[in-house]
Structures are given as C-alpha cells and as structure tokens.
C-alpha cells in the first residue's frame, strides 16, 4: 500500500483550499520524528498486520518552531488517516463533523458511508489511544460504518479498528 | 438568512466550507477566544444552508440539520436553535436518530449553560439567560438601560 500524501487533495477533492495543510503536517510530524519520504510504516487493523510506505514532498521542519506541535500531530495524522482510508477501501472525505457527533470526518464510497476518527501521537502506546478513540467512536449515533485510526509518528505505525 | 448570504454554493463547496469553519470554531473554542461565537455562527450558516440543498432523511442532510442546531447553541443563539430545531424536526422524513441527535444537542446546552451558571441552575432560572442574551444583541452596549 503506497500512501502519497502530496496527493491527498486530489483524492479528496473537499480539502481542496483548506486553510490547514494537512499533507504538510503529516510531513512534518513525520520529519519532526527522524524519517524522511519515503518511509515504511506498519499497519495494524483490527489484529491484520500489513506495512504502507508513506510519501511526502519534504517541508523545511524550521516551520515548526512557530506551530503548535499538537496541531502538527493531530493535522498529520488525519492526513496519515485519510490517505489510509482512501488506500484501503476507496474512502473519499465528504466533509469534518462537529464533535457532538463523535467522530472527525464523514467519508463516503460506492459502498456506504463512514465515520472516522483520528488521533495523533509523537510516541507512547497508540493500541491504548485506539481503544479510546474506539469508544469515541462508537458513540457516533450515525447510519454509517465507524473507524477510529491512531498514527504514532515515532515508528512509524498505523493502527485502525472499529468498535 | 439575510440576502448578503445568498451566494449559490454547490453541496461540494459548502461542504469543504463547513469543514474548514468547523476546524476554526473548534480551536478559537479550545483557546476560550471571544471569536469562537462568531465562528459557530459562520458555521451555523454553512450548515443551514446545507441543509436547505440536501434532503432530511439522507445521511448528509441530517448532519447538516443537526449541525445548524448543535452550531445555532454554540453561538449562544439558543432562539435561533430552537428556530431551526422547530423546523427540521417538522421534516416527516428526517431519522429518529437525527431528531434523537437535536434533542441531545439541548440537553448537552442545558449541562453545559447548568456547569457554568450553577446558582441559575439550582434556582431554575436558567431560561433568563435568553432573555438577557436577546436583550444584549438588541443593545450592544454593556449598560443599555443608562445609555
């Protein structure tokens, strides 16, 4: 599975002129943790373990001495996310959701639709983060089939499942 | 809606619109900034007029009319969410998920309004708190009765 990032608006024509880059945040948060384009990430989704090899046009890091290293974290890893998603089953992003629903993103398919939600972390134990954003997720009340995705930047690894 | 917003905008670009002004309100929200209502109000409009362009009892539509209600209460215009509220839930064909979704987005308000005005709450007064907020979006100064 090969993740472009630089190609992420031209799969989801909706983040076309959005304020936030987030292909450059998922740049960015993967540079900030020592890797460089193109780089091998495992992938764990619900148990099935795989490897992506995520790319991305390289950013100059110096940007990040003036952004907020959370948003860069939480940025990247939607961009990580929805590129994963649009690689794995064709998802495309309809539109963010507001947090009353549960879930980030709304994303649509031949097939259906789906709630996703996203988290980001530098390091740590992301299977724990998934469990959380799993029940987040959960709570989404909406007739749509539901993901949470956690990116942990430092290895790099992608972890998905549904509740 | 006031004629200044009456531009014609696709499903597409009102959804990359809401998107975008959904991220701004959450983060001018995170900060406690004084902007964050006039940025829920900004999403209030993208989600109302979503609204009107999708049919209730799709997915997109019933996001778009809770969205304008759950956006309408984080702006502070409780008449306004009740307005709108009034409105779809009169929509035949909207999900009983959706309007379950509406009334959910009142009683967070009511949590919410009760976690930050306690003594209103424990005195049942809260429902003074529209009346006030109607009387200061009618006088922008802070001491209208002295103007």
């Known amino acids: ?163 | 809606m006031t004629e200044t917003h009456s531009i014609a905008f696709s499903e597409d670009e009102l959804d990359a619109l809401v998107s975008i002004a959904i991220r701004r309100a959450e983060i001018l929200d995170d900060i406690q900034s004084p902007a964050a209502s006039e940025a829920w109000q900004e999403v209030m409009l993208y989600e109302e007029r979503l609204a009107m362009i999708t049919p209730p009892a799709e997915i997109a539509g019933g996001v778009a009319r809770v969205g304008a209600v759950r956006a309408a209460l984080a702006a502070g215009r409780r008449m306004e969410a009740v307005r709108l509220a009034s409105r779809y839930l009169a929509e035949e064909p909207l999900p009983p998920e959706r309007r379950a979704a509406i009334e959910r987005a009142f009683q967070e308000d009511r949590d919410r309004l009760a976690g930050r005005f306690p003594a209103l709450a424990r005195s049942g007064r809260l429902a003074e708190l529209d009346e006030w907020r109607a009387i200061a979006s009618r006088n922008p100064r802070v001491f209208p009765l002295a103007a």
């Open chain 1, 1 to 163: 599975m090969r993740l472009a990032l630089q190609d992420l608006c031209l799969r989801h024509p909706v983040l076309r002129g959005h304020p936030t880059d987030l292909a450059k945040c998922g740049g960015l948060a993967l540079q900030r943790s020592g890797h460089a384009s193109p780089v091998v990430a495992g992938v764990d989704h619900d148990g099935v373990t795989a490897t992506a090899e995520i790319e991305w046009l390289s950013q100059a890091v110096s940007v990040l001495e003036v952004l907020d290293s959370n948003r860069v974290t939480e940025d990247g890893a939607e961009a990580v996310a929805i590129a994963y998603a649009n690689s794995k089953a064709g998802w495309v992003v309809k539109r963010r959701l507001q947090r009353g629903e549960f879930a980030d993103w709304l994303l649509r398919s031949e097939t259906g639709w789906l709630a996703l939600e996203v988290s980001g972390t530098i390091s740590g134990e992301p299977l724990a983060r998934l469990e959380q954003e799993k029940r987040q997720v959960a709570r989404c009340t909406l007739p749509a089939g539901r993901l949470a995705i956690v990116v942990a930047f430092d290895r790099p690894l992608i972890v998905a499942g549904g509740p």
